[in-house]
Protein backbone atom coordinates (compact mmCIF):
# COMPACT_ATOMS: atom_id res chain seq x y z
CA UNK A 1 0.00 0.00 0.00
CA UNK A 2 1.23 3.53 -0.54
CA UNK A 3 1.67 5.74 2.28
CA UNK A 4 3.62 8.66 3.52
CA UNK A 5 5.71 9.78 6.81
CA UNK A 6 6.28 13.48 7.55
CA UNK A 7 8.95 13.69 9.95
CA UNK A 8 8.63 16.69 12.60
CA UNK A 9 5.10 17.49 13.42
CA UNK A 10 5.78 20.95 14.14
CA UNK A 11 8.20 23.51 12.76
CA UNK A 12 9.14 26.44 13.55
CA UNK A 13 11.32 29.13 11.66
CA UNK A 14 12.04 33.07 11.64
CA UNK A 15 10.36 35.23 9.10
CA UNK A 16 12.38 35.35 6.28
CA UNK A 17 14.42 32.16 6.85
CA UNK A 18 13.85 28.76 4.57
CA UNK A 19 11.54 26.32 4.99
CA UNK A 20 12.08 22.75 4.93
CA UNK A 21 8.93 19.98 5.27
CA UNK A 22 10.33 16.60 5.22
CA UNK A 23 7.72 13.62 3.37
CA UNK A 24 9.06 10.62 2.70
CA UNK A 25 7.03 7.95 0.51
CA UNK A 26 6.90 4.13 0.36
CA UNK A 27 4.73 2.95 -2.76
CA UNK A 28 4.65 0.04 -5.08
CA UNK A 29 4.21 1.67 -7.98
CA UNK A 30 5.94 4.91 -9.63
CA UNK A 31 4.04 7.09 -6.99
CA UNK A 32 1.50 10.23 -7.64
CA UNK A 33 2.62 12.70 -4.72
CA UNK A 34 1.06 15.86 -3.35
CA UNK A 35 1.49 18.41 -1.16
CA UNK A 36 -1.85 20.56 0.38
CA UNK A 37 -1.90 23.32 3.20
CA UNK A 38 -4.74 23.87 5.28
CA UNK A 39 -5.22 26.95 7.19
CA UNK A 40 -7.28 26.83 10.59
CA UNK A 41 -11.05 25.76 9.93
CA UNK A 42 -10.27 25.50 6.23
CA UNK A 43 -10.32 22.62 3.54
CA UNK A 44 -7.55 21.91 1.88
CA UNK A 45 -5.30 23.63 -0.82
CA UNK A 46 -3.53 22.03 -3.39
CA UNK A 47 0.17 23.48 -3.17
CA UNK A 48 1.99 21.01 -5.95
CA UNK A 49 1.89 18.06 -7.39
CA UNK A 50 4.22 15.60 -9.28
CA UNK A 51 2.93 12.91 -11.45
CA UNK A 52 5.50 12.29 -13.85
CA UNK A 53 8.19 14.59 -15.37
CA UNK A 54 10.63 16.67 -13.80
CA UNK A 55 11.81 15.90 -10.56
CA UNK A 56 11.58 19.45 -9.45
CA UNK A 57 8.53 20.85 -9.01
CA UNK A 58 7.02 24.67 -8.75
CA UNK A 59 3.49 25.52 -6.60
CA UNK A 60 1.81 28.35 -5.36
CA UNK A 61 2.95 30.50 -2.87
CA UNK A 62 6.63 30.33 -3.68
CA UNK A 63 6.78 26.77 -2.61
CA UNK A 64 8.60 23.83 -4.62
CA UNK A 65 9.53 20.46 -3.97
CA UNK A 66 12.02 17.73 -5.45
CA UNK A 67 10.87 14.13 -5.87
CA UNK A 68 13.95 11.82 -5.04
CA UNK A 69 13.27 8.07 -5.82
CA UNK A 70 16.73 6.82 -4.40
CA UNK A 71 15.74 8.66 -1.71
CA UNK A 72 12.16 7.96 -1.37
CA UNK A 73 11.61 12.10 -0.74
CA UNK A 74 9.41 14.51 -1.78
CA UNK A 75 10.61 17.57 0.63
CA UNK A 76 8.99 20.65 0.76
CA UNK A 77 10.50 24.01 0.32
CA UNK A 78 10.33 28.08 0.38
CA UNK A 79 13.25 29.88 0.50
CA UNK A 80 11.90 32.71 2.43
CA UNK A 81 9.22 32.16 5.07
CA UNK A 82 6.36 34.51 5.58
CA UNK A 83 3.84 34.97 8.54
CA UNK A 84 1.39 34.08 6.01
CA UNK A 85 3.28 30.75 5.34
CA UNK A 86 1.45 29.25 9.04
CA UNK A 87 -0.48 26.65 8.14
CA UNK A 88 -0.68 23.06 8.86
CA UNK A 89 0.79 21.01 6.33
CA UNK A 90 0.02 17.36 4.67
CA UNK A 91 1.59 15.26 1.96
CA UNK A 92 0.08 12.87 0.32
CA UNK A 93 0.37 9.96 -2.30
CA UNK A 94 -2.12 9.22 -4.75
CA UNK A 95 -3.44 5.09 -4.03
CA UNK A 96 -2.67 2.49 -6.78
CA UNK A 97 -6.74 2.58 -7.90
CA UNK A 98 -6.22 6.29 -7.88
CA UNK A 99 -9.63 6.47 -5.91
CA UNK A 100 -7.62 7.61 -2.76
CA UNK A 101 -5.12 10.17 -1.33
CA UNK A 102 -3.43 8.62 1.72
CA UNK A 103 -2.33 11.45 3.71
CA UNK A 104 0.49 11.55 6.13
CA UNK A 105 0.02 12.86 9.93
CA UNK A 106 0.88 16.53 9.10
CA UNK A 107 3.38 19.15 9.71
CA UNK A 108 2.48 22.37 11.77
CA UNK A 109 4.44 25.31 10.64
CA UNK A 110 5.20 27.93 13.01
CA UNK A 111 6.74 31.23 11.57
CA UNK A 112 7.78 33.79 14.14
CA UNK A 113 8.75 37.81 13.68
CA UNK B 1 -17.12 28.97 -11.02
CA UNK B 2 -18.07 27.95 -7.50
CA UNK B 3 -15.72 25.70 -5.43
CA UNK B 4 -16.71 22.55 -3.13
CA UNK B 5 -19.56 23.73 -0.91
CA UNK B 6 -20.04 21.88 2.74
CA UNK B 7 -23.19 21.94 5.02
CA UNK B 8 -23.82 22.25 8.06
CA UNK B 9 -20.16 23.99 8.96
CA UNK B 10 -20.39 22.55 12.42
CA UNK B 11 -23.01 20.29 13.97
CA UNK B 12 -23.17 18.43 17.66
CA UNK B 13 -24.55 15.08 17.46
CA UNK B 14 -25.40 12.29 20.82
CA UNK B 15 -23.81 9.44 20.58
CA UNK B 16 -25.96 6.54 18.82
CA UNK B 17 -27.76 8.81 16.48
CA UNK B 18 -27.52 9.53 12.61
CA UNK B 19 -26.13 12.20 10.85
CA UNK B 20 -25.93 13.78 7.40
CA UNK B 21 -23.39 15.49 6.16
CA UNK B 22 -23.68 17.36 2.63
CA UNK B 23 -21.38 18.37 -0.29
CA UNK B 24 -21.91 20.41 -3.35
CA UNK B 25 -19.11 19.22 -5.79
CA UNK B 26 -17.45 22.03 -7.85
CA UNK B 27 -18.91 22.99 -11.46
CA UNK B 28 -17.80 20.23 -13.59
CA UNK B 29 -16.77 17.61 -11.71
CA UNK B 30 -18.16 14.23 -11.34
CA UNK B 31 -16.32 12.53 -9.00
CA UNK B 32 -16.70 13.00 -5.47
CA UNK B 33 -14.66 11.64 -2.30
CA UNK B 34 -15.08 11.75 1.81
CA UNK B 35 -12.32 11.98 4.57
CA UNK B 36 -12.48 11.83 7.83
CA UNK B 37 -9.70 14.11 9.49
CA UNK B 38 -9.72 13.71 13.57
CA UNK B 39 -8.11 16.11 15.76
CA UNK B 40 -4.28 16.26 15.11
CA UNK B 41 -4.63 13.74 12.27
CA UNK B 42 -4.39 13.79 8.39
CA UNK B 43 -7.11 13.24 6.44
CA UNK B 44 -8.04 9.10 5.92
CA UNK B 45 -9.88 8.34 3.04
CA UNK B 46 -13.77 6.93 3.46
CA UNK B 47 -14.64 6.26 0.35
CA UNK B 48 -14.95 7.85 -3.19
CA UNK B 49 -18.30 8.06 -5.85
CA UNK B 50 -17.70 8.68 -9.49
CA UNK B 51 -21.17 8.98 -11.75
CA UNK B 52 -23.36 8.16 -8.99
CA UNK B 53 -21.73 5.16 -8.29
CA UNK B 54 -19.43 3.87 -5.24
CA UNK B 55 -15.86 2.88 -6.62
CA UNK B 56 -13.82 3.14 -3.76
CA UNK B 57 -13.85 2.69 0.19
CA UNK B 58 -11.18 3.33 3.14
CA UNK B 59 -11.18 1.58 6.19
CA UNK B 60 -14.66 2.36 7.39
CA UNK B 61 -17.26 0.53 8.73
CA UNK B 62 -21.17 -0.20 7.08
CA UNK B 63 -22.45 2.39 8.99
CA UNK B 64 -20.77 5.16 6.80
CA UNK B 65 -22.72 4.84 3.74
CA UNK B 66 -22.85 7.65 1.06
CA UNK B 67 -24.98 8.81 -2.38
CA UNK B 68 -24.11 11.01 -5.04
CA UNK B 69 -26.91 12.59 -7.11
CA UNK B 70 -27.54 13.21 -11.16
CA UNK B 71 -25.90 16.71 -10.53
CA UNK B 72 -22.96 15.01 -8.59
CA UNK B 73 -23.67 16.64 -5.37
CA UNK B 74 -23.34 14.39 -2.66
CA UNK B 75 -24.08 13.13 0.35
CA UNK B 76 -22.05 11.45 3.81
CA UNK B 77 -24.41 9.20 5.93
CA UNK B 78 -23.39 7.69 9.54
CA UNK B 79 -25.47 5.86 11.39
CA UNK B 80 -25.72 5.37 15.58
CA UNK B 81 -22.64 7.44 16.42
CA UNK B 82 -19.58 6.47 18.40
CA UNK B 83 -17.94 9.37 20.61
CA UNK B 84 -14.83 8.69 18.31
CA UNK B 85 -16.83 9.74 14.86
CA UNK B 86 -16.26 13.15 16.12
CA UNK B 87 -13.92 14.81 13.70
CA UNK B 88 -13.61 17.15 10.52
CA UNK B 89 -15.27 15.97 7.48
CA UNK B 90 -14.00 16.93 3.87
CA UNK B 91 -15.61 16.28 0.64
CA UNK B 92 -13.23 16.40 -2.40
CA UNK B 93 -14.40 16.93 -6.07
CA UNK B 94 -12.50 16.14 -8.97
CA UNK B 95 -13.11 15.36 -12.88
CA UNK B 96 -12.72 11.75 -13.62
CA UNK B 97 -11.03 9.05 -11.18
CA UNK B 98 -6.81 8.75 -12.47
CA UNK B 99 -4.20 8.77 -9.96
CA UNK B 100 -3.15 12.19 -10.86
CA UNK B 101 -6.15 14.05 -10.73
CA UNK B 102 -6.60 17.03 -8.43
CA UNK B 103 -9.11 17.00 -5.77
CA UNK B 104 -10.38 20.63 -4.71
CA UNK B 105 -11.63 20.44 -1.08
CA UNK B 106 -14.50 22.21 0.72
CA UNK B 107 -13.81 23.58 4.31
CA UNK B 108 -15.56 20.48 5.88
CA UNK B 109 -17.91 19.57 8.24
CA UNK B 110 -17.36 19.75 12.15
CA UNK B 111 -18.98 17.26 13.77
CA UNK B 112 -18.82 16.40 17.82
CA UNK B 113 -20.21 13.64 18.88
CA UNK B 114 -21.46 13.82 23.30
Known amino acids: AQSVTQLGSHVSVSEGALVLLRCNYSSSVPPYLFWYVQYPNQGLQLLLK??????LVKGINGFEAEFKKSETSFHLTKPSAHMSDAAEYFC???????????FGKGTSLLVTP | ETGVTQSPTHLIKTRGQQVTLRCSSQ?????VSWYQQALGQGPQFIFQ?????ENGRGNFPPRFSGLQFPNYSSELNVNALELDDSALYLC???WGEGRNTEAFFGQGTRLTVV
Open chain 1, 92 to 102: AVSSNSGYALN
Open chain 2, 27 to 31: SGHNT
Open chain 2, 49 to 53: YYREE
Open chain 2, 92 to 94: ASS
Open chain 1, 50 to 55: YTTGAT
